[in-house]
């Protein structure tokens, strides 16, 4: 059993046998070193309502998608115990 952690920047996805929120890494296909988060908290930024989406949001890397979805208290991070 692998878990599944998604480029914030391309979406390219890597597998790792261990579950954490997120790891560090250099993605091989955008060069970007980046905060791959876990495919189940990318699921959970599609929670949140589009009216609460900044303008850029379509433009923002995942990890920065989450962080804007944290401070303004648009996700219910409670889940990220459960990670
Ligand atoms: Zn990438």
């Known amino acids: 059993m692998t878990e599944t952690y998604v480029c914030p920047h391309c979406g390219r996805t890597e597998e790792r046998p261990y579950r954490v929120r997120l790891i560090i890494l250099t993605c091989l296909d955008c060069g970007e070193n980046g905060r791959f988060l876990h495919e189940s ?38 889940f990220t115990g459960a990670i």
Not at 54 to 77: C, F, K, N, S
């Open 41 to 78: 908290i990318v699921n959970r930024l599609e929670e949140v309502p589009e009216a609460e989406r900044p303008e850029e949001w379509g433009e923002m890397p995942l990890d920065e998608r989450l962080g804007y979805a944290i401070r303004e208290g648009l996700l219910d991070v409670s």
